[in-house]
């Protein structure tokens, strides 16, 4: 991080002062997404509808199929309503 940047976030006289631009903090991270297979494009979160019980991509109308739940990654409370394995 810039040391001037570092200065300033780390300031509690700055900090506290919300009328001070500071300058936005970027941070990273690695984020799975998912890609339609027929048109190639990022599926977002509510791109997708079920017709005659098959789950199609909005953008393309594709059909798609989504990977197995990690149900290992699942709160047991959450597994039980969401009808996975105990």
């Avoid at 079920?50 to 798609?64: M, T």
Wanted: include cysteine.
């Amino acid at each position: 991080m810039n040391p001037l940047i570092q200065r300033l976030t780390e300031s509690d006289a700055l900090r506290t002062d919300k009328n001070t631009p500071l300058p936005i903090l970027v941070e990273q991270r690695p984020v799975d997404y998912y890609v339609c297979p027929h048109c190639k494009q990022e599926i977002f979160e509510k791109h997708t509808f079920v017709e005659e019980g098959v789950e199609r991509h909005a953008e393309c109308k594709g059909a798609i199929k989504w990977p197995p739940t990690d149900w290992s990654k699942i709160d047991p409370q959450w597994r039980k309503l969401l009808g996975g394995p105990a």
